[in-house]
């Protein structure tokens, strides 16, 4: 998929993206990284390459600590209250000791992260939760992003930002750093050595890094022998029909489900013992519904990646006389579309399966849900059996939905009493000054 951007790379034009983006951004930050970001966008395609260069990454910095600031300004409660008890517990001490001397402790990652933190910022909570943030932003928008798409990733990180669950990152902070190492190693997959130690960062930190076993296991093997082996191409086409059938029969059971026999389904899980520790948080979020959410807007989102995954073309992965030379992927290209395929199958099961159990789904599918606009990629970079007219179009409507959603999300918690209270409720009305004295106060 190509944009023709030839009507607006004179510096005139484009530059009027980055001066509407500074203005909104001083006035508004978090609406304002909207307009900085489509100027990236442009801007990578000028010949002055170093200049830009430049230029582009000092406003994906921008616009990581501007997201940083915005994710950590909320009202501590919940999960981030518990992780600030923790890090003040350990209190810099051996990270080994911390893990030992708590009698439920978090995965061993975390108290040797905070550890860290904790000498690094003195002992300050808001700087904890902005290290830990900015970890999470820098790794997304420059490894991950760029790392998928080199012609695309500014606008992957558009999408990213976009999605109101990826500002749940100081309510997740676990899953959300654990997610990150693991996005980092398919990534970083020519090395396997990095590639090993970015998928052992992601266990340590969260366990359920676990689920992901099979993709695990495809980092390390001949993806090309694989993809075309004749018994691999049964396997898979049984698998695509097994995933809508899956699909469909999750979306049916989600909308139709009745909460008591969910409840009474994880009461007899929580009677086994070797099992009770995995049904002892989902009994809660069921017994305990805080808020019904449903997750309709990520479902509508899911449903269109779905619909542009299915129309993929085969000549993607199956070399044949008509593949251009020039387009070929090369096996690692190949492997991370693979992952990722497989990432959005095994995670959308598990959205529709959990849908309507408060935060669960977002617990159990934080990759797909978080971090959606990375699975904006494949639509955009590679060949689809959709026409071109009807691929633009479509990718046009999914960026007005993810806009309106985002307004939304905006707006909601721009009233009083929200589930998650950022900038004290004046998201419209705090400029930059506003976020770094209220950053500065809670120090």
Not at 46 to 66: F, R
Not at 73 to 93: F, K, P, S, V
Not at 206 to 230: A, C, G, K, R, V
């Amino acid at each position: 998929m190509t944009f023709n951007l030839s009507s607006i790379q004179t510096n005139y034009q484009k530059y009027i993206f980055l001066i509407i983006g500074i203005c909104l951004w001083i006035k508004i930050p978090i609406i304002g990284v909207l307009p900085l970001l489509l100027f990236v966008f442009i801007n990578k395609n000028s010949k002055s390459y170093s200049l830009d260069s430049l230029l582009n990454n000092s406003i994906l910095l921008l616009v990581a600590v501007t997201v940083t600031l915005f994710c950590c300004l909320i009202d501590i409660q919940a999960d981030t209250e518990q992780y600030l008890i923790a890090y003040r517990d350990c209190n810099g001490n051996n990270p080994i000791e911390c893990f030992q001397s708590t009698n439920y402790p978090f995965e061993p990652g975390f108290y040797f992260l905070a550890s860290l933190l904790f000498i690094i910022c003195n002992g300050s909570e808001m700087g904890f939760l902005l290290s830990w943030s900015f970890i999470i932003n820098l790794l997304t928008f420059f490894v991950i992003c760029k790392g998928i798409s080199k012609n695309y990733y500014a606008l992957l990180v558009f999408f990213v930002i976009l999605n109101p669950a990826f500002y749940l990152q100081a309510f997740l902070m676990r899953q959300f750093i654990s997610s990150t190492f693991f996005l980092c190693a398919l990534v970083c997959r020519k090395n396997k050595f990095t590639c090993v130690l970015l998928i052992f960062l992601s266990i340590v930190n969260h366990y359920s890094i676990l689920l992901y076993l099979p993709i695990i296991i495809m980092q390390f093997i001949d993806i090309n022998s694989l993809l075309e082996h004749s018994f691999f191409n049964k396997i898979s086409m049984s698998l695509r029909y097994l995933s809508i059938i899956l699909f469909v029969f999750a979306l049916i059971y989600s909308s139709y489900v009745n909460q008591s026999t969910l409840a009474s389904i994880y009461d007899t899980i929580n009677n086994i013992p070797q099992l009770s520790f995995l049904a002892a948080k989902s009994a809660s979020f069921v017994k305990n519904q805080l808020a019904n959410i449903g997750f309709l807007p990520h479902l509508v989102l899911l449903t269109f990646i779905g619909y542009f995954y299915i129309n993929l073309s085969r000549d993607n992965y199956i070399n044949t006389s008509n593949t251009s030379l020039n387009y070929r992927l090369t096996s690692e290209e190949k492997r991370l579309d693979l992952s990722i395929l497989c990432l959005y199958v095994l995670q959308s099961i598990l959205f529709l399966f959990t849908r309507n159990l408060d935060y669960l789904p977002l617990r159990l599918s934080l990759i797909l849900l978080s971090f959606l606009g990375i699975f904006f990629y494949l639509p955009l970079e590679r060949k689809s059996k959709l026409k071109p007219p009807i691929k633009f179009l479509s990718m046009v409507i999914l960026l007005s939905l993810s806009l309106s959603y985002f307004i939304y999300f905006l707006q909601v918690n721009s009233r009083a009493n929200p589930t998650f209270n950022y900038l004290e409720g004046r998201v419209f009305t705090s400029s930059i000054i506003d976020y770094i004295e209220m950053a500065i106060s809670r120090w």
